[in-house]
């Protein structure tokens, strides 16, 4: 079968494609996704082999964890060791945008995202297309839709440029507004750090946590 870009710009496109990746997560496939920040290439976060698919599909080892996209804010209560003071506080602040968190995962989850050593990277997307797949299918591991070293698209066109027939199901939901990676912010430590400089300042993350913006930044605590 030949891959196929949905048009949910279109209300009945935006039916057929959330009911086409939604058929799709469920059987272990990837698919192709508009986020806020970039697109993104999508699969069942709980399924190994769907994950495992999806490295592939990028070219991309395990050395890299898979960042979990979800659909509302309750859905990470369950996906964290302890919901702590300072992610309740980011994640009322910056969700859904272009935020990711690190945090300590919940033990026992049946993932496997990569080395992630024991923690899981969390965002709920800006994005009305992806939260509603989101909330149809749960949970998804979602990493950028680029062949590793390549640039990340900002359009359904420019992912299906790059993975072709590997995948099947693209969601077209316009130009990404942001065009910019996501921000990660770690604080599965002691103190946050900012992993990755992105849609979020250091200034707005300070601003929130009443922390000094350069303090963030600092990698070698």
């Known amino acids: ?3 196929r870009i949905y048009d949910c710009l279109d209300p009945q496109g935006r039916t057929d494609g959330i009911d086409a990746a939604a058929k799709a997560v469920r059987a272990g496939q990837c698919v192709v996704m508009p986020t806020d920040t970039v697109y993104g290439i999508g699969a069942d976060a709980f399924n190994p082999d769907a994950v495992a698919k999806l490295l592939a599909t990028k070219r991309r080892g395990p050395d890299m ?16 060791r302890e919901f702590t003071d300072t992610a309740k506080t980011l994640v009322e602040a910056f969700w ?16 496997n995202l990569g080395d992630t050593r024991g923690t899981v990277l969390l965002r709920m997307p800006l994005q009305s297309v992806a939260i509603e797949l989101l ?12 062949i590793s070293g390549q640039a990340p698209p900002v359009s359904a066109v420019g992912a299906r440029d790059q993975f072709g027939e590997a995948v099947q199901t693209y969601l077209d939901g316009g130009t990404s507004q942001v065009g910019t990676p996501s921000t990660i912010l770690d604080i599965s430590g002691p103190t946050p750090v900012i992993l990755r400089e992105g849609a979020v300042t250091p200034q707005q993350i300070g601003e929130v946590l009443n922390l000094d913006p350069e303090e963030l930044r600092r990698k070698d605590r």
């Open 1 to 3: 079968m030949p891959s």
């Open 65 to 80: 964890p898979v960042p979990v996209l979800v659909g509302s804010w309750t859905t990470i209560q369950g996906l964290v």
């Open 96 to 111: 859904p945008g272009g935020l990711s968190l690190v945090v300590p995962e919940a033990p026992s989850l049946p993932w």
């Open 135 to 146: 909330r149809e299918v749960g949970p998804m591991a979602v990493s950028s839709a680029n």
